[in-house]
């Protein structure tokens, strides 16, 4: 069966800081994976999307980016981190006609 | 552009009560929705999709496309329905866009 792993649960980074927050799916190949924000009152605000190694869409400008080094691992970054990145992401995937299957996510605090 | 929307940030009934969780949606497309549901501690998690036309929990869904809606209801809630519900929509380039959400209270 197809799993999802999202790492570290928890973060507390200080402003300017470097990110890196790792999604990795086992159980299935090529699949498309997603990064999202979630936010009280804002719900989930889609950040990068990918359908393959090398190929990031990016869906808001920001502090952030995203690489796919191989076809099930996906990477959030950031060379300086804001305060107003703090937040839940997640991370998901999802293959041809189905839905989308979401990670624990990681809560990280930017202070 | 694609949209959703759901008009409702809280919600709250009494058990046994109905229960309707409204969500709109644009996109220019044939769009594929989803209802999603996050309980307390737990992942985001699928709850059901308007092509299976199921009965998921006492939950369903029906696509109105005249009114571009995709509400949920349920005729009997029951306290372990409590949690927060995402509307969600799909693209044709398998992009999920998600509602803000409805956190749904069932008081005892």
């Known amino acids: 069966s197809q799993t999802i792993h999202q790492w570290p649960a928890t973060l507390v980074q200080p402003v300017g800081s470097p990110l890196s927050l790792e999604c990795t799916v086992e159980?299935?190949?090529?699949?498309?994976l997603y990064w999202y924000r979630q936010a009280a009152g804002r719900g989930l605000q889609l950040l990068f999307y990918s359908v393959g190694i090398g190929q990031i869409s990016s869906e808001v400008p920001q502090n952030l980016s995203a690489s796919r080094p191989q076809d099930r691992q996906f990477i959030l970054s950031s060379k300086k981190l804001l305060l107003s990145d703090s937040g839940f992401y997640l991370c998901a995937w999802s293959t041809g006609r189905r839905e989308a299957f979401f990670g624990q996510g990681t809560r990280l605090t930017v202070v | 552009a694609q949209r959703v929307t759901q008009p409702e940030k809280l919600l709250s009934v009494f058990k046994g009560a109905p229960v309707e969780l409204k969500c709109n949606y644009s996109y220019s497309g044939s769009p594929e929705l989803f209802w999603y549901v996050q309980y307390s501690r737990q992942r985001l998690q699928l709850l059901l999709r308007h092509i299976s036309r199921e009965s998921i929990k006492g939950f369903t869904a029906d696509l109105n496309k005249g009114e571009t809606s995709f509400h949920l209801k349920k005729p009997f809630a029951q306290e372990e329905d409590s949690a927060m519900y995402y509307c969600?929509?799909?693209?044709?380039?398998?992009?999920?866009?998600f509602g803000t959400g409805t956190s749904l209270t069932v008081i005892p």
């Open positions: 969600a929509l799909k693209t044709r380039v398998d992009q999920f866009y």
């Open positions: 159980g299935t190949s090529n699949p498309n």
